[in-house]
Nanobody
Framework: QVQLVESGGGLVQPGGSLRLSCAGS????????MGWYRQAPGKQRELVAT???????NYGDSVKGRFTISRDNAKNTVYLQMNSLKPEDTAVYYC?????????????WGQGTQVTVSS
């Protein structure tokens, strides 16, 4: 099992910045990737950014050039630096971890943290 605890959400004005953190615990030694997804009211959950254990990153088209994902392996924590925030970035942001064994892949989710971009 993997437990994920997110922090750092809140209210910010358009053009502002926020940094989200996600701390993992439990069976973290077999995590192959972590990332962030978001879900706005009435919309499907969408990819924000992911990072593999080797450091390879992937971003959703709507956040490229504005958001940066990083991880601190020593702290088992992944971060999402969000700059130039727009009202359309308003959503609940969920941390995700993918754990792999020799036979199966497991997805774990955090409880979500609200990000609201509004003046």
């Amino acid at each position: 099992q993997v437990q994920l605890v997110e922090s750092g959400g809140g209210l910010v004005q358009p053009g502002g910045s926020l940094r989200l953190s996600c701390a993992g615990s439990g069976s973290i030694f077999s995590i192959i990737a972590m990332g962030w997804y978001r879900q706005a009211p009435g919309k499907q959950r969408e990819l924000v950014a992911t990072i593999t254990s080797g450091g390879r990153t992937n971003y959703g088209d709507s956040v490229k050039g504005r958001f940066t994902i990083s991880r601190d392996n020593a702290k088992n924590t992944v971060y999402l630096q969000m700059n130039s925030l727009k009202p359309e970035d308003t959503a609940v942001y969920y941390c995700n971890a993918v754990r792999a064994t020799t036979t199966q892949t497991y997805n774990y989710w955090g409880q979500g943290t609200q990000v609201t971009v509004s003046s």
